[in-house]
């Protein structure tokens, strides 16, 4: 069995190496899309906000869960996580966005609006994956 | 070589590519003696007032984009629900977007549990938001509200501390406004003495700083409704 193309089919996204986004044909980043390089900005944050922006939910999720237990036991967040992790398995195709209704319905997002509801929307990202090439990753068969 | 083609697809909410562009800019033009342009700040006079019938919010309209007015009859008092109002100092944009998306949960509330949103609802939602963003978001506001547990006046500030006050003035044009509120402000005042001290405070403001000026706008908010009277007085140099 290609295990592989099972677990990718379990995996909530289509990973990818870091380094090989936006490379162009020579595999040198491209500036007109990536923009401009630096080693220094690749290591370090360029804005106080960026780290704990890509952390947040990760963060609030830890700290919600770990106050549920200290006040429910151990059983709480497990149930919980249980959820999260069934609804993030239910995904259309990895090269089309899904609109993860379970799972903002779990988090409370449904009732709330936020910047990420407003600013760079993945459902109007102008960039698209090529179709075959990324179902073709997802079921191992590349 | 296929890798290539399989896209990461983008994390919504605020990307910092730019700021990562800026960094570069730095380093390279002038070895990092030219620093990158920042945003401006508009200057304001806001006021608040709690009274016994209800809540008095006064500002000025002026929107100044350096030494150029923007702006002559610039709306500081937002809307947020039925019964609560918010002024805004600080970034202009920052303030309109800051306002907006409260109004948007509160509303969403509202559709959600039938019930109208309390004051403290609205400051909690601010508060958590300001701070999640350590400040960068360049909002002093000033929300005011009659909710069923009575007149409420809150400070926000940009880095999410807030204050429960009885009468209260923001932006540059504050220490102005600040002193007449101090002088004149009694507790459970008459409404009609009220909208008079707060537009005095907002007089002296916008005769004391350069970034206040025009006009000045009332919201006067009450258990029976809303009274935003916009102008409350035109500015005696208006333009005939």
């Known amino acids: ?142 | 070589m296929a890798l290539s083609y399989t896209v990461e697809s983008p994390s919504p909410g605020f990307n910092f590519e730019n700021s990562t562009r800026n960094v570069v800019f730095e380093a390279l033009l002038n070895e990092g003696k030219s620093k990158a342009p920042s945003p401006l700040k508009t200057g304001t006079t806001i006021a608040g007032v709690v009274c016994k019938d209800g809540v008095v919010l006064g500002a000025d309209t002026r929107a100044t984009s350096s030494e150029v007015v923007a702006d002559k009859m610039c709306a500081k008092i937002h809307h947020i629900a039925p019964n609560i109002y918010c002024c805004g100092a600080g970034t202009a944009a920052d303030t309109k977007q800051m306002t907006d998306l409260l109004a948007s949960n509160l509303s969403i509330f509202t559709m959600n549990s039938g019930r109208n949103p309390r004051v403290v609802m609205a400051m909690q939602i601010l508060q958590d938001m300001l701070f999640r963003y350590r400040g960068q978001i360049g909002a002093n506001l000033i929300l005011g509200g009659v909710d069923c547990t009575g007149n409420h006046l809150y400070t926000v500030g940009p880095y999410g501390d807030m204050d429960k006050v009885q009468y209260l003035a923001m932006g540059s044009g504050d220490l102005a406004a600040m002193g007449i509120l101090e002088d004149g402000f009694k507790p459970s005042m008459e409404l009609e003495s009220a909208k008079k001290l707060v537009r005095d405070a907002i007089h002296s403001g916008i005769m004391s700083d350069l970034g206040s000026g025009n006009n000045i706008d009332i919201c006067v908010i009450t258990r029976q409704g809303v009274d935003y009277i916009r102008p409350y007085e035109e500015s005696a140099y208006k333009d005939k």
């Not at chain 1, 036991?73 to 992790?85: D, I, N, S, T």
């Open chain 1, 1 to 142: 069995m290609n295990t592989r193309g099972l677990r990718s089919q379990l995996k909530d996204s289509v990973p990818v190496a870091g380094l090989c986004t936006q490379a162009g044909s020579y595999g040198v980043q491209d500036p007109l899309r990536k923009g401009f390089s630096s080693v220094k900005n690749e290591l370090l944050p360029s804005h106080p906000l960026e780290l704990s922006e890509k952390n947040f939910h990760l963060n609030q999720d830890k700290m919600n869960f770990s106050t549920l237990r200290n006040i429910q036991g151990l059983h709480a967040p497990l149930k919980l996580q249980m959820e999260y992790r069934a609804t993030r398995q239910i995904q259309r195709l990895p090269f089309l966005q899904s609109s993860n209704i379970a799972l903002d319905t779990l988090r409370g997002n449904d009732e709330s609006i936020g910047f990420e509801d407003v600013l760079n929307d993945p459902a109007q990202s102008e960039v698209m994956g090529d179709p075959h090439m990324m179902m073709e990753y997802k079921l191992g068969l590349l």
